[in-house]
């Protein structure tokens, strides 16, 4: 992984197009080819990135650029889309290079574990008519839980919870805003499941257009008797 921090201005160019002005930000380009910008604040979600696979050119700025203290470019290609990141650098402050090894992966909490492992095998639960994907599907902002296809054959990213609160549906719509860039995936629309979700994340979940499904992780694991309920 290579981190940068410079003064810098960004554009991203394609589908859509985003313009940040000059500031000093972070810099971050990893071995799989993602290339992420961060500012100072904001938590962990980056102002603009381009997930991978990808490929990173720096060249020299042109001379309408020099003039305006740009002392290089990186042009950021993505290999599926004609999508472009242009980072305008103007001053390097900081520049390092760390090989990170292979990662083991998240490691969850047992609970959402088995809740993972137990919907992906009874993706049915979702709706009549769902497939199974993958899990842990793989982003440049950490992995969504379950990838699955609806009866109509859509993309449905699931982010799965043992309770459900505002900040893991603003987890879902990230990987919702990422996922929705890449067209062979696209359109994705997303499913927020949990054993008990708040009504403050199911509201926000709702105006978002993300479906909440409750869980029950007794049935799931088949140790619920029915028989013996009286409700």
Same mark, same amino acid.
């Given at each position: @992984?290579? /981190?940068?921090?410079?003064?810098?201005?960004?554009?991203?160019?394609?589908?859509?197009?985003?313009?940040?002005? /000059?500031?000093?930000?972070? /810099? @971050? &380009?990893?071995?799989?080819? $993602?290339? *992420?910008?961060? %500012?100072?604040?904001?938590?962990?979600?980056?102002?603009? !990135? @381009? $997930?991978?696979?990808? #490929?990173?050119?720096?060249? =020299?700025?042109?001379? =309408?650029? /020099?003039?305006?203290?740009? $002392? +290089?470019? !990186?042009?950021?290609?993505?290999?599926?889309?004609?999508?472009?990141?242009? &980072?305008?650098?103007?001053?390097?402050?900081?520049?390092?290079?760390?090989?990170?090894?292979?990662?083991?992966?998240?490691?969850?909490?047992?609970?959402?574990?088995?809740?993972?492992?137990?919907?992906?095998?009874?993706?049915?639960?979702?709706? #009549?008519?769902? %497939?199974?994907?993958?899990?842990?599907?793989? #982003?440049?902002?950490?992995? &969504?839980?379950? *990838? =699955?296809?609806?009866?109509?054959?859509? #993309?449905?990213?699931?982010?799965?919870?043992?309770?459900?609160?505002?900040?893991?549906?603003?987890?879902?719509?990230?990987?919702? +805003?990422?996922?929705?860039?890449?067209?062979?995936?696209?359109?994705?629309?997303?499913?927020?499941?949990?054993?008990?979700?708040?009504?403050? =994340?199911?509201?926000?979940?709702?105006?978002?257009?993300?479906?909440?499904?409750?869980?029950?992780?007794?049935? @799931?694991?088949?140790?619920?008797?029915?028989? $013996?309920?009286?409700?």
């Amino acid at each position: @992984m290579r /981190l940068v921090i410079a003064q810098c201005s960004v554009d991203y160019v394609g589908r859509l197009k985003a313009h940040l002005p /000059l500031a000093k930000r972070l /810099l @971050m &380009v990893k071995a799989d080819g $993602s290339v *992420l910008v961060h %500012s100072d604040g904001g938590s962990y979600k980056p102002l603009n !990135w @381009m $997930s991978p696979p990808a #490929t990173v050119r720096v060249q =020299a700025p042109e001379d =309408a650029d /020099l003039e305006t203290g740009v $002392s +290089e470019q !990186w042009v950021v290609q993505s290999a599926k889309t004609d999508d472009r990141l242009i &980072v305008n650098i103007h001053e390097v402050f900081h520049d390092t290079s760390h090989d990170l090894g292979t990662d083991p992966g998240l490691i969850k909490d047992g609970v959402e574990a088995d809740l993972q492992r137990l919907l992906a095998e009874q993706i049915e639960l979702l709706g #009549t008519g769902y %497939s199974l994907i993958r899990r842990e599907y793989f #982003t440049a902002i950490g992995p &969504v839980d379950i *990838l =699955a296809r609806d009866a109509d054959g859509a #993309t449905v990213a699931v982010e799965l919870k043992r309770r459900g609160d505002i900040d893991g549906v603003e987890q879902l719509t990230r990987y919702l +805003e990422l996922l929705n860039r890449d067209p062979v995936l696209a359109p994705v629309r997303g499913i927020f499941a949990a054993q008990q979700i708040k009504p403050q =994340a199911r509201v926000l979940a709702q105006d978002r257009g993300i479906d909440c499904v409750t869980l029950d992780y007794d049935a @799931m694991r088949g140790v619920d008797d029915a028989e $013996s309920r009286l409700f």
